[in-house]
């Protein structure tokens, strides 16, 4: 009972975000109508930083998804829509950043802490291990 | 002593990273413009005062132009207004406005009631050239030298300081 009681209230609680915010009529081409989708909630909105142009009920939001509809409908390729924002509101409109030479050490962070990773734990079980070949018994035998 | 020097070596490397984030900390609200060294963006806008003749990229051209993206909704608009009539009386360069997802007749009142600093008005009802100039939020101010290409965006109010500070040091 709890538990349905808490779920209902849940619901309720996310109700408001089941109003979309953008309510133009989708486009005839329904291939066209979900890469508007997809552009549109990879594209920030620049009036709120941490929406989407999809979420955001803004003003100049409705302006950028007119925008976006309108060069999908004009036969844009993806990047194309995405280099028409970039040459306009700089690489700060896309959510998924991308890879240049300034960047170019933050993308391969990840592989060169591994990289480090992997370099302690060999050393660390060489060094153990050359221990054990040294000096048997030691360790085996304080603890019971 | 030796088995320190990695991990120490490998704190300080984090502390300077850390420093240089919170040296540019400041900076971090402001989106630089992509626009910048570039040509201004091609337009033609209905002029608000006289409807004859559009406004057009090439009204920038052969003096400095500062180009001020506005609109009678926006209230930074109103307090900035004032700098604007100054430096139009200083005659360093033209004013160009670009009234925004405006009413044009609210916008002439606008005008009317507060003094007009622009040398032109173009009216951009749909919003369509204030994206190609990369605009997100008025008022918006660039500084366009005789050759067309874009020098400086300031993004909010212009104020003598930000005017002294930030565009008379790029003037000649």
């Known amino acids: ?144 | 002593m030796n088995r320190f020097l990695l991990p120490l070596a490998a704190f300080a490397l984090l502390l300077l990273v850390l420093i240089a984030g919170l040296r540019h900390a400041s900076d971090k609200g402001i989106i630089v413009s992509p626009l910048l060294g570039k040509p201004a963006p091609q337009f033609s806008l209905p002029d608000l005062l006289d409807g004859n003749t559009p406004l057009q990229t090439k009204a920038l051209r052969g003096h400095w132009s500062l180009l001020n993206v506005w609109g009678t909704w926006c209230v930074e608009c109103r307090a900035e207004h004032q700098t604007l009539l100054t430096i139009k009386q200083q005659g360093r360069v033209l004013i160009f406005g670009i009234d925004w997802k405006d009413d044009d007749t609210q916008a002439r009142a606008f005008l009317n009631e507060l003094g007009n600093p622009y040398q032109r008005v173009g009216a951009d009802r749909e919003g369509r050239v204030a994206i190609d100039w990369g605009v997100y939020g008025a008022p918006e101010s660039f500084l366009i030298n005789p050759d067309g290409t874009v020098v400086y965006k300031h993004v909010g109010g212009l104020t003598p300081q930000i005017w002294q500070r930030e565009f008379l040091s790029r003037l000649p």
């Open chain 1, 1 to 144: 009972m709890r538990a349905a009681a808490s779920l209902v209230f849940g619901w309720l609680l996310f109700a408001p975000c089941a109003f979309a915010v953008d309510s133009s009529p989708p486009l005839p081409d329904p291939v066209m109508q979900q890469r508007y989708l997809a552009l549109t909630h990879e594209l920030r909105c620049m009036q709120c930083q941490n929406e989407s142009l999809a979420d955001s009920p803004v003003g100049l939001a409705a302006d950028l998804r007119r925008n976006v509809r309108e060069l999908v409908q004009a036969g844009e390729t993806d990047e194309q829509i995405r280099d028409h924002m970039v040459a306009r509101y700089g690489e700060f409109i896309l959510f998924r950043p991308r890879m240049n030479w300034r960047n170019a050490w933050l993308w391969s962070a990840p592989v060169l802490l591994m990289l480090i990773g992997v370099a302690v734990a060999v050393r660390v079980l060489r060094d153990r291990r050359q221990r054990l070949d040294e000096e048997p018994d030691v360790d085996e035998s304080v603890d019971p």
